[in-house]
């Protein structure tokens, strides 16, 4: 009986568990097809549509270089505002290049360019290229020479170089390089007021000639000279502006430019520091040229200021970034410059240095800068950047 009774108790549980089952394996079933639905739609993870969209532009042959025609902007003279303009770039084989380049300001300032690079010699190490560029600008500003100078007080010319400039570059390591290069120069500065005496701007409204013999030593360990996130860049370079026809204008001018990068959290982050010293010593009795004097106030140097705010024999600059990338095409930094010029290079006062700060953001490919655009605030006031190259 009881025997009887357990057999019954089975059937009724079997019976009881049977749909419960069912259910699990059905809904077990039915999780698994969604699964497979859903990984049939999944691809391999990569960047955004717009992601896309920005590395398309970014590294087209246009913006990145390549063969063709490409557009260019930037600036024609420093002083005469933003330009536009085309290129031409055709490479040859060993390396060998041309580039050709036009380029108009917004001020009616023109631009034409042509560079050719030779083809490499000496198993690579050797380098010779040349170039030829002739350029009418217009409205360049002079405020005055030394610190003090007041921006009340401006005083534009027009300037029209002819330049035709060879030079050799020796590589006997792979990161250091040693150039020297000839360089001929006929310029003139014309100017329609007087705001200034000849003596205050020298050179102003004369033809001059100028022979110029240059050699520079430089030591580059950055992944590309246009963007880089790691590595430095130093470089000594003298040069030596002869004019032709004995006018007191002739002088030696010795730069030296230090620049370090400091990657952090796979490079994500970086540290980016600068500086330059310019120091300009004519000869005796002579004068530097006041249109290539050395200068602060650019896109490039004191960028809280307007172009060429501050000029004399001597400056200089010191700049730190911090910048960081939201997007593998975006760079954003926040930047600190702070420098000064100065008639005799004892004169420096680390104390009373311009200070500049601001923020910005620059689009890039792997190696190349396609557009920095950045805020900066100085002493008298605020400036907007827009220029096709890295600061440093």
């Given at each position: ?147 003090g100078s007041a921006r009340t007080t401006r005083q534009r010319y027009d300037y029209n170089p002819l330049e035709a ?209 950045e805020l900066a605030r100085g002493r008298e006031g605020m400036r907007l950047i827009f220029a096709g190259s890295q600061?440093?």
């Amino acid at each position: 009986m009881i025997a009887k009774v357990r057999g019954c108790v089975a059937v009724i549980a079997l019976t009881l568990a049977a749909p419960s089952a069912l259910a699990q394996t059905t809904r077990v079933e039915s999780i698994a097809e969604q699964q497979a639905e859903k990984a049939k739609q999944l691809g391999v993870e990569g960047p955004s549509r717009g992601e896309q969209i920005i590395r398309r532009v970014l590294l087209s042959p246009l913006l990145s270089g390549g063969e063709g025609l490409y557009p260019w902007f930037g600036s024609v003279f420093s002083g005469s505002g933003m330009a536009l303009g085309a290129g031409f770039l055709k490479s040859f084989e060993d390396g060998a290049r041309l580039n050709l380049q036009s380029g108009f300001s917004l001020n009616n300032s023109i631009m034409l360019r042509a560079e050719a690079t030779a083809p490499e010699l000496w198993r690579g190490m050797l380098k010779i290229d040349g170039s030829a560029q002739w350029l009418d600008v217009r409205g360049v500003s002079f405020y005055g020479s030394g610190p003090g100078s007041a921006r009340t007080t401006r005083q534009r010319y027009d300037y029209n170089p002819l330049e035709a400039t060879a030079t050799a570059t020796v590589q006997p390591m792979r990161r250091l390089s040693l150039a020297g290069g000839y360089s001929f120069i006929d310029l003139k500065a014309t100017r329609d007021l007087q705001l200034f005496s000849a003596d205050q701007m020298p050179g102003i409204d004369r033809d001059l000639t100028f022979h110029v013999a240059r050699a520079t030593m430089a030591f580059d360990w950055r992944t590309s000279p246009a963007y880089s996130t790691r590595g430095g860049y130093y470089r000594v370079t003298v040069e030596r502006h002869h004019e032709q026809d004995g006018l007191p204008y002739s002088f030696t001018t010795r730069e030296m430019e230090l620049v370090q990068l400091l990657p952090l959290l796979r490079e994500q982050f970086v540290f980016a520091a600068r500086g330059l010293m310019t120091l300009a010593s004519p000869d005796s009795g002579d004068e530097v040229p006041v249109m290539l004097a050395p200068f602060l106030g650019s896109g490039g140097t004191l960028r809280g200021f307007v172009n060429r705010r501050f000029s004399d024999r001597n400056r200089v600059l010191l700049t730190g970034e911090y910048r960081w990338r939201p997007s593998r095409y975006l760079d954003m930094a926040l930047f600190l410059d702070a420098g000064q010029v100065a008639r005799d290079r004892h004169d420096f006062d680390f104390s009373a240095f311009e200070a500049v700060y601001g923020i910005g953001a620059r689009f890039h490919g792997p190696n190349f800068n396609a557009l920095r655009i950045e805020l900066a605030r100085g002493r008298e006031g605020m400036r907007l950047i827009f220029a096709g190259s890295q600061a440093f």
